[in-house]
């Protein structure tokens, strides 16, 4: 399915994160919200600064890379519209979102005058092994599954009644390689997403039926987070799905199942 990578080198920043390291396990080879508000400066320099040198660097010494960026569905904010096409009303609630839409104008510009081949992913929510688990830093889902696996109760913020959409990360990984091997993207943007729309209470019942027990509990926003909550989000997929014939594959319930999974044999490793 990747023939183009068989033997090329790639670069992959963030290649010790979630979804950098399974890109890296598949060619064999700063996403916190929170952080963002807590240490703007720190978020600009990982999230814009660096996109401005990366790019430079490959205007002058390789023009002929082929670059995916990977933004985030935050650079919508709270949608006015569901589901959000990439043409929705870019209006980010946290400095992470606004570094990520300027990150990726970047490339979008440097592309337009340079004729860089770049293409930008908007990734919706993404979950699966090597996912932080420690805390809600850069994905709620993470914690929750710690939670069960350590005989807690899952904690959900406010009434539960918010919608999400979950990629689990073999499909991202498979987005983001179909992108790069592929010139009909270039220069595009592109959301990612799922058909399975899934709200937040919901979720957490299919978790504690998963793991084959556990409870979970409302629990109020904490100011630094409901400030920057967006209530219901689900993407429209469906310009990456006619360019690539691009679709999730993995089931919420499978994809959850293994995660599980993973971490009760991985747990060591990660708390």
Excluded at 12 to 35: E, K, M
Excluded at 50 to 58: G, K, R
Aim: with cysteine; charged share 20%; hydrophobic share 35%.
């Amino acid at each position: 399915m990747f023939e183009p990578f068989d033997g090329a080198r790639v670069l992959i920043t963030g290649g010790l994160g979630f979804i950098g390291s399974n890109l890296a396990r598949r060619l064999a080879g700063q996403v916190s919200h929170l952080d963002s508000m807590q240490d703007p400066f720190t978020d600009l320099e990982i999230n814009y600064r660096s996109q401005l040198y990366l790019l430079e660097a490959c205007r002058q010494h390789n023009p002929g890379v082929r670059i995916v960026y990977t933004s985030t569905r935050q650079v919508y904010g709270r949608p006015v519209r569901l589901p959000v096409d990439e043409e929705h009303p870019l209006a980010p609630v946290d400095v992470n979102g606004i570094h990520k839409l300027a990150g990726g104008w970047y490339h979008i510009l440097y592309h337009r005058t340079y004729g860089l081949r770049t293409t930008s992913l908007r990734l919706t929510n993404t979950y699966g092994p090597r996912m932080r688990v420690l805390d809600a830093r850069q994905t709620f889902v993470g914690l929750w599954l710690r939670q069960l696996i350590e005989g807690k109760e899952i904690e959900v913020y406010g009434d539960g009644t918010q919608a999400r959409d979950l990629n689990y990360v073999d499909d991202v990984v498979n987005a983001i390689l179909s992108t790069a091997g592929s010139p009909k993207t270039i220069g595009g943007i592109y959301n990612l997403g799922s058909d399975e729309v899934i709200s937040l209470i919901n979720l957490a019942r299919l978790l504690i039926e998963l793991n084959g027990g556990g409870s979970f509990r409302f629990v109020p926003f904490p100011p630094d987070r409901k400030v920057i909550d967006v209530g219901d989000y689900y993407a429209d997929y469906s310009r990456i799905q006619r360019a690539l014939d691009w679709r999730p594959t993995i089931k919420l319930r499978d994809g959850l199942a293994r995660t599980l999974a993973y971490y009760r044999a991985n747990r060591a490793h990660y708390w």
